[in-house]
């Protein structure tokens, strides 16, 4: 059996702009930072579909969790911090206090959200099972359904925050990019 962790490791780190903002993430001094989503099974299915490593991802998402100041200001010193550290990469990295997303997610989608206790269990709320996954500067990899369904170019809902309209959607912009990707419907 393949040790997955290692082969996403690797190929992760084929990007890039994964591995310099990984390299540089604990100068960011946030904590539980981790580099999370997109960025990660994005760079897999690229190399998959024999594309440039970096082609068809929108941004490089860095999550945190501070909850001793969940001030918009506070949030916004970090993202000042991070703009500065990752100035020379030429791609969008965004980041963003998981402590802060239930005073905003819904305003911003529509849908109630409650308050988080940590970076991985942000992490661990996105809509697509096998999209929940980060890594620690210290190459921790956090994916708690695991990798195989990247690997595999699978899409399936996340089955403890199921939301079915707002799953389809991102599924469907997934596959428009990456073809050889397998929308799994709910049972």
């Given at each position: ?7 996403f ?29 997109g960025?990660l ?49 030429p ?7 998981q ?13 109630p ?20 996954v980060g ?8 994916a708690?359904?695991g ?9 399936a809902?996340?089955?403890h ?8 959607k ?11 990707l397998?929308?799994?419907s709910?049972?």
């Amino acid at each position: 059996m393949r040790d997955l962790s290692a082969q996403f490791r690797a190929n992760i780190l084929q990007n890039p702009y994964n591995a310099a903002i990984l390299q540089r993430l604990a100068s960011l001094a946030a904590p539980q930072a981790y580099l999370v989503a997109g960025c990660l099974f994005q760079s897999i299915w690229n190399l998959q579909s024999a594309r440039p490593v970096t082609e068809n991802i929108l941004d490089y998402d860095v999550f945190y969790f501070d909850a001793n100041d969940l001030s918009w200001q506070a949030e916004d010193e970090v993202i000042q911090r991070a703009a500065i550290l990752f100035a020379d990469l030429p791609v969008k990295v965004e980041v963003r206090n998981q402590a802060r997303v239930h005073l905003w997610y819904e305003k911003k989608f529509g849908a109630p959200y409650s308050a988080l206790a940590s970076t991985e269990e942000g992490i661990s709320r996105f809509l697509i099972a096998g999209a929940c996954v980060g890594i620690s500067d210290d190459e921790r990899i956090f994916a708690p359904h695991g990798l195989q369904a990247i690997d595999d170019g699978v899409l399936a809902i996340n089955p403890h925050y199921p939301k079915p309209e707002m799953f389809f959607k991102k599924a469907a912009s997934y596959q428009t990019r990456w073809p050889h990707l397998r929308i799994v419907s709910p049972a």
